[in-house]
C-alpha cells in the first residue's frame, strides 16, 4: 500500500539528520531543503539545534505530528524509530535509508520484518531499509546525485538496488530522458517493486502520470500483482520495459518429464513479462535505451532511413536492423533524384543517405523532410558527429526542431561524446533524447519491432468433465499411473490411440490381435522409455510381437508392456511445469526425441485461451513443418491450440499438478492424438 503521506507530505522529518553533505543524513536533508518540497521540513539529531538551516530536535518524541519520516541512522536504531514515529507521531510513510537487515543474516531479517509489521498494522507505507529514497515532483528525498528535475510526464524509474537506480538514473539523464517518479524500495521488505507498480496503475492519468515505466527488480514477490498492474497500465497507453536480475535455476531434484527437464524459472520471467506486456532488457544500457525510445512516438512500420555523414555507422545498423527483421529499404534512384542534386557530389541516397562528412544542417533538414514524405518510409535515424574542427550546434538545432514537426519518429546518434559534447548538452537541455551507439538503438528497434500487445483475455477454457476430473486426481500424489492418465485424456477429449496393458506374452499376443497391425509396443515402468530403448514401432507381426515382449519385459525397472496403435504424421508435444510462486509454465513445440534436441519450444503461463495459444504455435521455428512442407500434410494448428487450452483448463481445475506431458501428440490434418502421457503430482511419491 502507497499512503498519500508519500507522495505529497505536508510535512517530513530527517530522523539523523547532519551537515556532512557527505554522509546520508546531510545529502537526503539537502536535496529535501534545495528541491521542490514546500511544507514544513524538520531534522533530528540530539547535538544539534539548527542543521543547515532546519529546526532540530533531539529526538523524535519531540517531533510534532509528521507525515513522512527519513531514517538515516545504524539498523539497530531504526526498529525503535519507526515504531515511536508510527504510534507517537502519526507518521503514515516511513523512508528507511539504512543498511544492514536482511542483507546481513537472521538478526537483520528479524528487525525488517517487525518494521513491516508496524508499518501494516498503523497502514503506514514502510520504503526499504537499504534504498536511497524517493522523489517526485512533489519533494526529492534521496540522498543522491544528480538530482533531475522531475516532470510530470515524464518516466517513472522503480527499482530494488539503490545503487543500480543511480547508475540507471546517471544513464537516462546523459540521453535527455526525463523522469517524474523515482522510487528506491531497497529490501522491499513492506513495499516492493510490485506494490509500487499497482499504486502506479491505480493512480494513472492520462497526460500527468508517467508514459513509460522503468523497472529494475531482483526478487518478484507478487507475480500475479505484477501481472495485472502491468497490463492494465499497457491498455491505458504505458510503456514498460524491465531487468530482471538474480536469476538462477535450483534444478534440485530430478524431472518427471522433457517438460520439467527443459523449463526454468528464468522462462517464467520471461513469460510473466510477455503476458504483463512487458518488454525485457538484459542490462542497464539496454533499459535505458528502451527508455530513451519510449519517449519517441511510437513507430508505425519496420521501415527505417538512416540519414548519416559517416558510412560506417548506417552500415553497422543497416546490418543489424535487417538481420533482425526490420527493413532498411533501397531508395531508387528515380525517387531520390532532386534531393540528390541539393547534396554535395559523391553522396548517396540509396539508404542509408550518406551526405558525407562535408554535409551542411541545412542539406540534413532537406533530408528529414524528404524522408518524412515518403510512403516508404515509417522512421528516420540520423548519426551525426564530428571530427572537431567545427561546431556541430546547427545540425543538432535542425534535429531538435524536427523532430518536433516530423509526424514519424526520428531517432538521433550522436556519438561525439567527447568532440561534440558542449553541443549534445544543449540538445539534451532543449529537451531532446538521444543514443551514443547504433548498437543499443537497433536492438531497441528490434525488441519494439517484435513486440507483441498482451492478448486481452485471462480465462482458460472450463472442461465439461470437471467433476469427473478433480475426483480422479483427487488426493494423488507423485507420478500417475499410466491408466489414470489416459482416463484423463478421456475425459479431458483430448483424442489418443487404441491400446492395451500386458504383463505376459499371452496377454500381449491378444491384444495385437484386437488392436491390429501396425503396432507399438512400449516399455511400462521407466519414466524416459527411448533412453533405455523401451519403445518398438511398426510392429506388423506375431512374431515380433513375441520377440520384442520378451526384450521389454526384461528392461530394468519394466512393470508391464503397452501395445497400441501405431499413429503416422507430425510428432508434436504439450507439456507443464510448476514454477514455485509463478504458477504453471505451458509449453508447446516438436515432440518425440527431438524435444530437448532442437529445442524449438514457445511457452507461456496459465491460463491460456486460444488467441495466447495461437501466438505460441505460430512463433516456433518449426511452425511450417505444421503447415505442410514439401509435399507432407502438416496438422491444423487451430486442433494443437485446442489441446493447450484443455491442458490450461486442467490446471485451472487441478493446481496441484507439478509436471506433465503429452509427448509425442502424434498426427496430420485435423487429427491429433496423444500417444503418450506423464503426470507427476505435488507432494512425495
Not at 503514515?92 to 539504512?98: C, H
Not at 546490418?319 to 559523391?346: A, N
Not at 518398438?536 to 497400441?564: Q, Y
Not at 490450461?648 to 509436471?659: A, D, F, N, Q
Amino acid at each position: 500500500m502507497i499512503t498519500p503521506q508519500l507522495i505529497k507530505p505536508k510535512s517530513i522529518a530527517v530522523v539523523g539528520a547532519s551537515d556532512n553533505l557527505g554522509k546520508p543524513g546531510g545529502k537526503v536533508l539537502y536535496n529535501i531543503k534545495n528541491g521542490n518540497f514546500d511544507g514544513e521540513l524538520y531534522a533530528v539529531n540530539p547535538k544539534h539545534e539548527r542543521i543547515q538551516g532546519v529546526p532540530t530536535f533531539k529526538s523524535i518524541s519531540d517531533l510534532p505530528q509528521t507525515d513522512l519520516a527519513i531514517l538515516a541512522i545504524p539498523a539497530k536504531l531504526s526498529l525503535p524509530a519507526v515504531k515511536g514515529l508510527l504510534e507517537e507521531k502519526g507518521t503514515k510513510a516511513v523512508i528507511v535509508l539504512s543498511a544492514g537487515f536482511s542483507e546481513m543474516g537472521p538478526m537483520g531479517r528479524k528487525m525488517e520484518q517487525e518494521m513491516s509489521r508496524l508499518a501494516e498494522r498503523h497502514q503506514a507505507t514502510l520504503i526499504g531499509p537499504n534504498c536511497i529514497g524517493v522523489m517526485n515532483p512533489y519533494h526529492q528525498s534521496v540522498f543522491i546525485s544528480p538530482v533531475p528535475e522531475m516532470e510530470w510526464g515524464g518516466a517513472a524509474l522503480v527499482s530494488s538496488s539503490g545503487a543500480t537506480s543511480v547508475f540507471i538514473l546517471e544513464s537516462a539523464l546523459s540521453k535527455g530522458l526525463a523522469f517524474s517518479s523515482i522510487f528506491s524500495v531497497g529490501n522491499g521488505g513492506h513495499t516492493c517493486v510490485d506494490d509500487v507498480l499497482e499504486y502506479l496503475n491505480d493512480t494513472y492519468e492520462h497526460g500527468r502520470s508517467p508514459q513509460s515505466i522503468l523497472i529494475y527488480i531482483e526478487s518478484i514477490r507478487k507475480p500475479q500483482l505484477l501481472l495485472r498492474s502491468a497490463r492494465e497500465l499497457v491498455a491505458k497507453g504505458c510503456r514498460i520495459a524491465a531487468v530482471k536480475s538474480g536469476i538462477s535455476d535450483a534444478g534440485g531434484r530430478a524431472a518427471a518429464s522433457h517438460t520439467g527437464a527443459m523449463l526454468n524459472s528464468d522462462m517464467a520471467v520471461d513469460a510473466l513479462f510477455r503476458k504483463a506486456g512487458i518488454i525485457r532488457c538484459n542490462s542497464r544500457s539496454e533499459l535505458t535505451a528502451m527508455g530513451a525510445l519510449f519517449q519517441h512516438p511510437r513507430l508505425k512500420g519496420k521501415r527505417i532511413a538512416i540519414i548519416t555523414h559517416a558510412g560506417g555507422p548506417g552500415v553497422m545498423l543497416t546490418d543489424l536492423l535487417s538481420t533482425g527483421g526490420m527493413e532498411v529499404p533501397r531508395l531508387s534512384d528515380e525517387l531520390m533524384q532532386g534531393l540528390r542534386e541539393e547534396l554535395f557530389e559523391g553522396a548517396s541516397t540509396a539508404n542509408p543517405i550518406d551526405i558525407l562528412a562535408t554535409g551542411t544542417a541545412e542539406q540534413l533538414e532537406r533530408c528529414i523532410t524528404f524522408c518524412e514524405g515518403l510512403d516508404t518510409i515509417d522512421g528516420m535515424v540520423v548519426i551525426f558527429g564530428s571530427p572537431g574542427l567545427f561546431s556541430n550546434i546547427d545540425v543538432y538545432r535542425v534535429i531538435r526542431e524536427q523532430q518536433n514537426i516530423c509526424r514519424k519518429p526520428v531517432y538521433t546518434i550522436l556519438p561525439s561524446i567527447l568532440n561534440a559534447k558542449e553541443e549534445m548538452d544543449q540538445f539534451v537541455q532543449a529537451g531532446g533524447v538521444l543514443f551514443d551507439d547504433e548498437y543499443l538503438l537497433g536492438n531497441a528497434l528490434l525488441s519494439e519491432s517484435r513486440y507483441v500487445a498482451p492478448v486481452t483475455e485471462m480465462e482458460g477454457v472450463r472442461l465439461k468433465n470437471a467433476e469427473k476430473i478433480s475426483e480422479l486426481l483427487k488426493g494423488r500424489k507423485g507420478l500417475v499411473d499410466i491408466r489414470t492418465g489416459f482416463e484423463l485424456l478421456d475425459l479431458m477429449e483430448v483424442k489418443r490411440p487404441m491400446h492395451l496393458m500386458t504383463s505376459s506374452e499371452t496377454e500381449a499376443m491378444d491384444a495385437a490381435r484386437k488392436i491390429g497391425f501396425p503396432l507399438v509396443m512400449k516399455v511400462v515402468g521407466p519414466l524416459h522409455k527411448s533412453d533405455v530403448g523401451g519403445v518398438v514401432l511398426d510392429v506388423t507381426t506375431p512374431d515380433a510381437v513375441r520377440t520384442h515382449f520378451s526384450r521389454l519385459i526384461g528392461i530394468k525397472d519394466a512393470t508391464g508392456v503397452e501395445l497400441c496403435q501405431m499413429e503416422r504424421g507430425l510428432e508434436l508435444f504439450v507439456g507443464v511445469k510448476k514454477e514455485p510462486c509463478f504458477g504453471h509454465l505451458i509449453t508447446c513445440g516438436l515432440g518425440g526425441i527431438f524435444v530437448e534436441i532442437l529445442n524449438d519450444i514457445q511457452y507461456a503461463l496459465a491460463p491460456v485461451g486460444m488467441s495466447e495459444a495461437l501466438q505460441m504455435i505460430r512463433s516456433l521455428k518449426s511452425y511450417k513443418l505444421l503447415q505442410g512442407a514439401r509435399g507432407k500434410e502438416g496438422i491444423s494448428e487451430e486442433v494443437l491450440a485446442d489441446v493447450i487450452c484443455k491442458v490450461s483448463g486442467l490446471l485451472t481445475l487441478v493446481p496441484e499438478i507439478e509436471e506433465m506431458d503429452l509427448n509425442p501428440l502424434i498426427g496430420h490434418g485435423r487429427h491429433l492424438s496423444a500417444v503418450d502421457v506423464v503426470i507427476r503430482m505435488g507432494g512425495a511419491q
